[in-house]
């Protein structure tokens, strides 16, 4: 029963998964804001428009805004922002305009940052789409499940044979589960993926640090490279809210022309947190935006698009 039991196992850890994300998709996070919003938690704040790109025409536009306004601790930052446009006619989103946006905290690590439209309400209508589709995948979940159950306790030889000699059986779930897991720590050592700790603190600086401008102690190349170009260690001073001088480090990715300028780099832009001062970074490296995020989605298509094929070999199997 060895090949049945990580199977079933195997089948039971990816439907529970998928069950997971589609909860937090659907409930967990629209039912936090509005809770966010009732007890008047979402600050209101106003940005100011830098750019504005239009990413898909249509009666309701897709916009990505380039914006700048203060965060929790009232420092100046930059972010980019993407929804759609309801009222296109209304022209509100220009160029050096200002508009109204809210900081949701409860969406820590994720982005916080979301155009006021009013209060926010839940709609019936989605609600009732999220929980047809949710008892949807349940019905179809406890149906796989309980017949396989049901065909596998009536012919346990002849299944048993069956998940060994299948290329949908537990072995590719394994190997799957071991190459995310060797591909996580590789891109996590190569710098392009961010732990959970790290992302949790690089939210916290952004959102709630304030900055200042710190004096370069020393650098140093760390052997490393990313698309052919050196990774520099920086060590830095910068004195705190209270006067207090602390030493900091932190890395970034330099181009080789800027290599030979690296002498003449005697100060740099840091983030700090005002309730723990020793906790920074670069302000650049906090504001940029994009590359672990997207390898993190690139990886859970990949993950989706396995679990697809895993079930759908397994039915063949069951069936």
């Not at 529970?16 to 509005?34: D, E, G, N, S």
């Not at 805004?65 to 203060?70: A, K, N, P, R």
């Not at 982005?111 to 009013?118: A, K, L, M, Q, S």
């Not at 830095?236 to 003449?264: A, F």
Request: with cysteine; hydrophobic share 45%; aromatic share 14%.
């Amino acid at each position: 029963m060895t090949y049945t039991i990580i199977t079933l196992t195997a089948i039971s850890l990816v439907l529970l998964f998928w069950l997971y994300k589609l909860m937090r998709f659907c409930f967990i996070r629209p039912l936090a804001l509005w809770r966010s919003q009732k007890n008047s938690s979402v600050p209101a704040k106003e940005a100011t428009i830098l750019s504005v790109n239009t990413l898909q025409n249509g009666k309701f536009p897709l916009l990505e805004l380039d914006i700048l306004f203060e965060n929790f601790s009232g420092y100046p930052i930059q972010r980019k922002i993407r929804f759609v446009d309801k009222q296109p006619h209304l022209n509100r989103f220009k160029k050096d305009k200002t508009m109204r946006i809210l900081l949701d905290s409860n969406k820590k690590p994720g982005n916080p940052v979301f155009p006021e439209t009013g209060e926010y309400r839940i709609s019936m209508l989605h609600i009732l789409f999220y929980s047809i589709l949710t008892m949807a995948y349940f019905a179809g979940c406890y149906f796989l499940m309980g017949e396989a159950i049901s065909r596998v306790s009536a012919s346990p030889n002849q299944y048993e044979a069956v998940f060994a000699n299948s290329s949908g059986s537990g072995e590719t779930f394994i190997v799957v589960v071991l190459a995310s897991i060797f591909l996580y720590f590789l891109f996590k050592r190569l710098g392009l993926i961010a732990s959970k700790k790290a992302k949790s603190q690089n939210w916290d600086l952004l959102y709630y640090g304030l900055g200042t401008t710190a004096t370069v102690k020393q650098y140093e190349d760390t052997g490393t490279l990313i698309n052919d170009n050196p990774v520099v260690k920086f060590t830095y001073m910068y004195p705190d809210q209270r006067g207090q001088i602390i030493e900091g480090s932190d890395k970034k990715v330099v181009g080789k022309l800027e290599i030979v300028g690296l002498p003449d780099i005697h100060e740099l832009e840091i983030m700090y947190l005002p309730n723990n001062s020793h906790i920074s970074r670069l302000t650049e490296n906090l504001q940029k935006q994009g590359l672990s995020n997207y390898i993190s989605k690139i990886i859970l298509f990949s993950l989706f698009l396995f679990s697809v094929f895993f079930i759908v070999g397994f039915c063949k199997d069951l069936f």
